[in-house]
C-alpha cells in the first residue's frame, strides 16, 4: 500500500512538473493563438495610460510631443535625415524622424550610464530590457489585460504593440488624453525586426488623432 501511495505521489510530482515546466509562454500564446485571423485595425501609437481630470497630477505631455514636422525632401527616399546612423525609411514622411530630433528621447539618451553617451536610444543599454525583452513585454502585457481585456493581435504585433507603449513610456513617462506621439524610426526598425510582420500583414503607422 505504501509503494502505490509512492508511486501515486510520484506520478503526481512528474506530472505538475511537467505541466510547470510546459506552460511558459501559455496563457500569452493561448491569447494571440485564438485571433491570427483576426484583421489587424490598431493603431499602435494609441499609447495608455491617458490622463485623468480627477488625477492631482497633471499630464507630462499636454500639445504637441513632436519637436518638428519633416518638410522638404521626401524623407522617405533617403536617410539624409538621420543623425544616430540607425534609422530606417518607414512608410510616410511624418513617421521619418531621427531620435535625436525628439528632445524627450534625447533626454532619455542624457541619462545613459556612464560619461559616453550613445549616438542613438536604441544603443541604450536600457532598450533591450525595456523595449525588446519578451519577458518584460509579457509582464507589461498582463498588466495591460488586467485594465484593458485581451488584444485582438496576432502573436507579434501583440509584441510590437506593448513594445510601442513600453518605450512612449519609458521616455515620455505618460500622456494627455488623447495626445499620440511620432516614435523614432530607429526604434520602429528595431522592434519590426525583433518582431516582423507575418505574411501578408501590413503595418498600420502613425495616424493623427485630431
Not at 509584441?159 to 506621439?181: D, E, N
Request: aromatic residues 10%; proline residues 6%; negative net charge.
Amino acid at each position: 500500500m505504501a509503494d502505490a501511495e509512492y508511486e501515486e505521489s510520484s506520478l503526481l510530482s512528474k506530472s505538475m512538473e511537467s505541466s510547470s515546466s510546459s506552460d511558459g509562454n501559455a496563457d500569452f500564446d493561448e491569447e494571440v493563438d485564438t485571433c491570427k485571423a483576426t484583421t489587424l485595425d490598431i493603431n499602435p501609437y494609441m499609447f495608455e495610460p491617458e490622463w485623468s481630470s480627477d488625477g492631482d497630477e497633471t499630464p507630462e505631455v499636454e500639445g504637441n510631443v513632436t519637436d518638428i514636422e519633416p518638410e522638404g525632401p521626401d524623407r522617405r527616399e533617403n536617410t539624409e535625415w538621420c543623425t544616430c546612423g540607425q534609422c530606417h525609411p518607414l512608410d510616410s514622411q511624418e513617421e521619418c524622424i531621427c531620435c535625436q530630433e525628439i528632445s524627450r528621447v534625447v533626454d532619455r539618451i542624457e541619462l545613459a550610464p556612464g560619461d559616453e553617451k550613445p549616438k542613438c536610444i536604441t544603443e541604450h543599454p536600457g532598450f533591450q530590457s525595456v523595449v525588446l525583452d519578451r519577458d518584460v513585454l509579457e509582464t507589461a502585457y498582463y498588466v495591460y489585460r488586467q485594465q484593458y481585456g485581451p488584444m485582438n493581435l496576432t502573436h507579434n504585433s501583440q509584441y510590437r504593440y506593448v513594445a510601442y507603449r513600453q518605450l512612449c513610456r519609458w521616455c515620455w513617462k505618460w500622456l494627455g488624453k488623447r495626445i499620440r506621439v511620432v516614435l523614432p524610426a530607429c526604434c520602429v526598425h528595431k522592434i519590426l525586426q525583433e518582431f516582423p510582420l507575418a505574411d501578408g500583414e501590413q503595418r498600420t503607422g502613425y495616424r493623427d488623432p485630431h
